[in-house]
């Protein structure tokens, strides 16, 4: 069986060019440049700096952007970053200045990922570095990033420990960092413990095992879920870690079946769970997969599993553009596959990093354009300030940070309709047909939610 989760691997990538549909950004209503900054002191930092001594921003805003780009989830973050700065120069810049991308490859590694940040921090002199992957990746480039006071908007891994230990912990050393998405892990649970309340209601599943990556971003799910489960009256009979290297899955199915489980919420980030998917179908188990699983997101997942897919589902920020989580999530997908659909290599569609990382570059933008500054270096509270303003309509949702002064500093705050249901981390689900729906939470659904047919 192909693996998902394997692309060519990039090097770096400077990136101003114009790609995709022009029209996007304003007829998604982003904000246009708001001209000259005047009276802005200091000398500037990094790509921001004026050559004229004047401070404020100067001809070029430069932003880093980081990603494993041996996995197309970090291809298609790399491309909707591309996207973003694209579209931001075709609209005038940040405030008339040109916006240039450097994309480096972290290689899912956090020793590389630590090279190729000081690259940005040291030669590329950047602005602000937008990406990350993997919460190992993200916290070992904390502390460089933050002794450069380089803004860094996380876009892809969700530990809320990135946020608890470091930001809220030591807040003068680590205010530099935000997380535009996902939601924590810790919210994630309460959202699969939402769904699973969903679940019971809809199929009678009263029953789950919980089988996680052990890694960083999984602990939450192997304990608040559980609790939260429970305290539901749902049944949890088996709780296991995998090592992050797994690829046998023969005796994980046969424990979740003998547990007598109705579905197993498996959380794999690291772990490619096309193989388990192609085991279950063929001995049709007698329970759903369903969680979260970063391979299941590819856009190819169905084919490349031949099916064995069907039934099977992820959560995903940006519900794969889909659904229409805000007015600008189906024609930023769309700009996507008109400018990548055709490309050699995966992803034809942004995938979850793509959608947040194509946020953070326009909420850059806009506290940017508050700040009046990108020189970080002497005016660092300010931009955080104007960070902390955000309330932007973005493609994966309306994004607003936690306050300084909260457990989740600079945290993206989770939405909740008025039921309480946390609405900007949907669940789609692969069908028989090869199609892809939104299932959850209910206000964005394209289709309800299938059990697999032989389960009755």
């Given at each position: 069986m192909a693996d998902p989760t394997s692309t060519p691997s990039d090097s770096s990538t400077a990136y101003t060019n114009s790609i995709g549909r022009r029209s996007f950004i304003r007829a998604t209503g982003a904000s246009t440049a708001l001209g000259l900054f005047?009276?802005?002191?200091?000398?500037?930092?990094?790509?921001?700096?004026?050559?004229?001594?004047?401070?404020?921003?100067?001809?070029?805003v430069t932003i880093g952007h980081l990603a494993p780009l041996n996995n197309p989830l970090g291809v298609g973050s790399k491309r909707s970053a591309e996207m973003a700065v694209a579209e931001i120069n075709d609209d005038g810049g940040i405030a008339d200045q040109t916006v240039e991308l450097v994309t480096k490859d972290t290689r899912a590694s956090p020793s590389e990922a630590r090279t190729v940040a000081g690259e940005l921090v040291r030669q590329e002199e950047v602005d602000a570095i937008v990406g990350t992957f993997s919460s190992e990746v993200t916290q070992s480039i904390m502390d460089l990033v933050s002794e450069f006071n380089t803004p860094f908007l996380v876009t892809g891994s969700a530990a809320p420990s990135t946020v608890t230990e470091f930001v809220a912990s030591d807040y003068e050393r680590y205010k530099n960092t935000f997380r535009v998405g996902p939601v924590n892990s810790h919210f994630q649970a309460e959202v699969i413990s939402q769904y699973a309340g969903h679940l019971s209601d809809r199929h009678g599943w009263n029953t789950f095992a919980v089988v996680a990556d052990d890694a960083e971003w999984t602990t939450v799910f192997r304990n608040r879920l559980v609790d939260l489960l429970k305290e539901a009256d749902l049944d949890v009979p088996m709780v296991n870690g995998l090592a992050t290297d797994t690829t046998s899955f023969g005796s994980v199915l046969d424990d979740v079946d003998a547990a007598g489980a109705d579905a197993m919420f498996r959380f794999f980030a690291h772990i490619n769970g096309g193989p388990m998917a192609a085991r279950w179908a063929q001995g049709e188990y007698e329970f759903g997969i369903e969680g979260v699983h970063v391979a299941s997101m590819l856009p190819a997942y169905y084919q490349l599993t031949e099916g064995a897919a069907a039934y099977e589902t992820t959560t995903q920020s940006g519900a794969a553009g889909v659904t229409d989580i805000t007015s600008k999530t189906v024609p930023f997908t769309e700009a996507y596959m008109e400018a990548y659909g055709d490309a050699d290599d995966p992803p034809s569609k942004p995938m979850y990093m793509g959608f947040v990382t194509y946020d953070a570059i326009h909420v850059f933008k806009n506290a940017a354009e508050r700040a009046g500054t990108v020189d970080q270096e002497n005016n660092l509270d300010t931009i955080v300030d104007a960070l902390l303003q955000t309330d932007f309509t973005g493609v994966a949702g309306q994004i607003q940070f936690y306050g300084a002064d909260e457990t989740y500093a600079h945290d993206l705050r989770e939405e909740r309709d008025g039921d309480g249901v946390i609405t900007n981390y949907p669940l789609t689900q692969w069908r028989e047909d090869g199609s892809l729906e939104c299932v959850y939470p209910e206000g964005l659904q394209t289709a309800e939610h299938a059990a697999p047919p032989w389960m009755g």
């Open positions: 005047a009276g802005c002191s200091g000398d500037g930092g990094g790509g921001g700096e004026n050559p004229d001594g004047g401070g404020g921003i100067s001809e070029t």
